[in-house]
């Protein structure tokens, strides 16, 4: 079955500092790719998708490249802000009759100013 | 505002009774998605619909659990017999086009004593 692997956390860093939040999927075929974002008390918001191999999602300043021959999505940020602190999932759907989205474990962000 | 809501955000009840939660989708969605999350997880996929046919559930979904979504537009999700297992954040999510990214409600957080 499908499965979405992220790295472990918790992630502190000082603000500006670059982030790498790692995410590996295994599933067959061509899944779309997501990263979804929950800041403290709110809930899930999708950050960014990629829907094919070597798309690059993108949205406020967040990328992640969907990277079919290592099965990865990798979420990245050039500078972090304080407001970035949140939990961060990774995601991926079938699509089509199988459209439910698996999600790995989340990770939580702290960023220190 | 016209983004997915659920009712109530809060439950708290005995174990053995039974509870319902209400989702209303973003109006020109045709597919709904109910998820469960608890500390420290990711979501994790129980069912869903597209307009009114609930087309897949998952094998968390025992017998105690039911939905539907009568008429294509809301969805409602009753656990009879509730057990302390069953306390959780239930999520709704709703989709539209082709690659089917998801949006989520703020949740119904339930706590069985």
């Known amino acids: 079955g499908n499965s979405v692997t992220q790295m472990e956390g918790p992630v502190t860093l000082s603000e500006e500092a670059f982030l790498t939040i790692n995410c590996t999927y295994t599933a067959t075929g061509y899944p779309s790719l997501f990263w979804y974002v929950q800041y403290p008390g709110e809930g899930l918001q999708l950050l960014l998708k990629?829907?094919?191999?070597?798309d690059k999602g993108s949205n406020k300043g967040f990328e992640a490249t969907y990277r079919k021959e290592t099965t990865s999505f990798h979420l990245e940020k050039g500078s972090v802000q304080v407001s970035d602190s949140a939990v961060y999932f990774c995601?991926?759907?079938?699509?089509?009759?199988?459209?439910?989205?698996?999600f790995g474990k989340g990770i939580t962000l702290s960023v220190r100013p | 505002d016209t983004g997915v809501s659920q009712d109530p955000r809060h439950k708290i009840t005995k174990r053995g009774q039974n509870v319902t939660f209400r989702c209303d989708p973003i109006?020109?969605?045709?597919?709904l998605y109910w998820y469960r999350q608890t500390l420290g997880q990711g979501p994790e996929f129980l069912t869903y619909f597209q307009n009114e046919a609930q087309l897949e559930k998952s094998r968390l979904l025992s017998d105690r659990f039911s939905a539907e979504r009568p008429k294509g537009s809301f969805s409602t999700l009753e656990i009879q017999r509730t057990e302390q297992g069953d306390s959780a954040m239930y999520l709704c999510a709703s989709s539209s086009g082709r690659y089917y990214e998801q949006y989520f409600g703020p949740g119904t957080r339930l706590t069985v004593t």
């Open positions: 109006s020109e969605h045709n597919r």
């Open positions: 995601a991926l759907s079938q699509g089509g009759a199988n459209s439910k989205l698996t």
């Open positions: 990629a829907t094919k191999a070597d």
